[in-house]
């Protein structure tokens, strides 16, 4: 597989604090790679190091193999869509999506062709003659997104691009994100500090805090094998314990981690018990449960019961027997 960025050992710093610290990640031709991370923790300045809008104090950064120190924004294969984009308002959403087209030297019906094809790709080919201030914001957020891709670039960088958006229209509009990247064949990196959205939407994921990526890898394997708890935090409901405290304790130190999926909760002791408590909470999601048990020991352990299983709900005062393989244990680092 080849790169189409390749980040080498770059660091920016603004002031006294290190927003981007020595981050090395390749990002491959037609990949969707999502950032993920907790607010200022360097997504934003990240790709602003991509798109040229900042220069790193160290480090370089190459674009399909060239190196781009000191090309200019506008000289790079690559389109950025800003968590606070802005949309020209005395212009309708047809001539928003057309105006990069333009300075690009695009007329007639080449024009029309790319405007169509772009509001079509975000589903708002009904309303090219409205004005910005005629849209919801969910609508206009589509348009900044229709004017990025109108221009067909290599690499399409955006941040935060259904921040605006209800569930509904966000999750339609990760399938159509995801429909266009395979029909254009464009890499995008977006950025998000949505865990689910950068799980259902990517093909890596590269989680980042305080400035370094903690690690970068499949949603799969960040979700099955974090590099550490912080990851693992990350990434969904989980148990985390001291290996101390642990119930059965297959692990010398460090930190013990078990996703409350994997834990099997009854009201009647078995041979495979590994620990009992009583059902302190139980948070009730849909699906299923996320049941909380304060074991004998003074653990608390979060169990995932889901809700076809038959039996009445638990609720909390309850005596429970739990039991988990071995197997379902991953040590971790903090
Ligand atoms: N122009 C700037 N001048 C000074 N500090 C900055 C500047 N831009 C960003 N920072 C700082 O760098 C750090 C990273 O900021 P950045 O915008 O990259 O975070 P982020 O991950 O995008 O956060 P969010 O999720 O809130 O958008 C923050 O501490 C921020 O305050
Ligand atoms: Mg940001």
């Given at each position: 597989m080849t790169s189409v960025i390749r980040i080498a050992a770059v660091s920016k710093r603004f002031g006294p604090s290190t927003a981007v610290d020595d981050v090395t990640l390749d990002i491959r031709e037609n990949e969707f790679?999502?950032?993920?991370?907790?607010?200022?923790?360097g997504k934003t300045t990240l790709l602003r190091l991509i798109a040229g809008l900042e220069q790193p104090d160290s480090g370089a950064i190459f674009i399909g193999g060239d190196n781009m120190t000191g090309t200019p924004p506008y000289a790079r294969p690559v389109n950025m869509m800003f968590q606070s984009y802005a949309l020209f308002p005395h212009m309708t959403v047809a001539d928003n999506v057309a105006f990069g087209l333009k300075q690009d030297g695009i007329s007639g019906a080449a024009l029309t062709a790319r405007v169509k094809e772009a509001l079509e790709g975000v589903e708002l080919e009904t309303l090219g003659t409205r004005k910005p201030d005629q849209l919801s914001g969910g609508q206009r957020q589509r348009v900044a997104l229709a004017r990025c891709l109108a221009k067909r670039p290599k690499v399409l960088l955006l941040d935060e691009p259904m921040a605006a958006l209800d569930k509904h229209l966000r999750e339609r509009t990760q399938l159509e994100l995801m429909a266009l990247r395979a029909r254009l064949g464009i890499?995008?990196?977006?950025?998000?500090?949505?865990?689910?959205e950068a799980m259902a939407m990517a093909d890596r994921?590269?989680?980042m805090e305080e400035g370094r990526i903690l690690q970068v890898a499949p949603p799969r394997e960040l979700y099955e094998r974090p590099a550490n708890a912080r990851v693992a935090r990350f990434f969904g409901d989980i148990n985390l314990w001291d290996a101390a405290a642990a119930p059965r304790?297959?692990?010398p130190a460090g930190i013990v981690a078990i996703r409350p999926e994997r834990i099997h909760m009854s009201r009647t002791p078995g041979s495979d018990t590994v620990c009992e408590g009583t059902v302190a909470d139980v948070a009730y999601l849909g699906t299923a449960s996320t049941c909380f048990v304060t074991t004998t020991t003074g653990l608390t352990v979060r169990v995932l019961v889901r809700s076809d299983e038959g039996a009445p709900p638990f609720t909390p005062g309850e005596r429970v027997y739990l039991t988990w393989p071995a197997s379902a244990m991953m040590a971790l680092d903090p």
């Open positions: 790679l999502a950032l993920l991370g907790a607010s200022g923790c890499t995008f990196v977006v950025v998000t500090h949505d865990q689910s994921v590269a989680v304790r297959p692990h």
